[in-house]
């Protein structure tokens, strides 16, 4: 049961505690994980925004981001005795949750543990869900794990110029 067990990874303390949660289910049931990173058409262009002034290759800078992003991940599973390997995924072919899904496929997997943030109202409509177009279009079981409520609503809250926090 759960032999194949696929984890997208995106440097999120949500998408860490999915991380943590397959881990624990790896070592039960003894399987082992892949580990997934997807660079899509907004993670590039967010990466342009942020470095406008500089001279590099963007891509090359996401790519190596993600790198170490999932060899952090793979030695935190590693350290629990669990095998786990890597993937990248930089070929801009559809949103983050097609590819996933392509990378489950494709890899076999029994099953995929999502860190999710749980975004209600318009914070879910003007952010999407990922984790949630994952669970509806997966072939195989999906495990949502919910962030705790103080990250959950940490998206919801802003700064006002006196430096009180309030809510959206």
Same mark, same amino acid.
């Given at each position: 049961?759960?032999?194949? +067990?696929?984890?997208?990874?995106?440097?999120?303390?949500?998408?860490?505690?999915?991380?943590?949660?397959? $881990?624990?289910?790896?070592?039960?049931?003894?399987?082992?994980?892949?580990?997934?990173?997807?660079?899509?058409?907004?993670?590039?262009? /967010?990466?342009?925004?942020?470095?406008?002034?500089?001279?590099?290759?963007?891509?090359?800078? /996401?790519?190596?981001?993600?790198?170490?992003?999932?060899?952090?991940?793979?030695?935190?599973?590693?350290?629990?005795?669990?095998?786990?390997?890597?993937? /990248?995924?930089?070929?801009?072919?559809?949103?983050?949750?097609?590819?996933? +899904?392509?990378?489950?496929?494709?890899?076999?997997?029994?099953? $995929?543990?999502?860190?999710?943030?749980?975004?209600?109202? +318009?914070?879910?409509?003007?952010?999407?869900?990922?984790?949630?177009? $994952? /669970?509806?279009?997966?072939?195989?079981?999906?495990?949502?794990?919910?962030?705790?409520?103080?990250?959950?609503?940490?998206?919801?809250?802003?700064?006002?110029?006196?430096?009180?926090?309030?809510?959206?």
């Amino acid at each position: 049961m759960y032999q194949r +067990i696929l984890v997208p990874i995106d440097g999120s303390s949500t998408s860490s505690r999915g991380l943590t949660e397959a $881990i624990q289910l790896a070592k039960l049931t003894g399987g082992r994980l892949r580990l997934v990173h997807v660079i899509d058409e907004l993670s590039f262009a /967010l990466a342009m925004d942020a470095y406008a002034g500089y001279a590099g290759n963007w891509l090359e800078e /996401l790519r190596g981001n993600a790198t170490k992003l999932l060899q952090a991940a793979q030695a935190k599973a590693v350290e629990a005795d669990v095998e786990a390997d890597t993937v /990248l995924i930089d070929r801009f072919k559809g949103p983050v949750h097609e590819q996933v +899904i392509a990378e489950a496929q494709a890899s076999n997997a029994d099953l $995929i543990v999502i860190g999710t943030h749980g975004r209600r109202g +318009i914070g879910r409509w003007v952010m999407g869900s990922s984790a949630e177009h $994952i /669970l509806r279009m997966s072939p195989v079981p999906v495990l949502l794990v919910r962030a705790p409520e103080e990250a959950r609503t940490e998206h919801e809250r802003f700064t006002l110029p006196s430096g009180e926090v309030a809510s959206q």
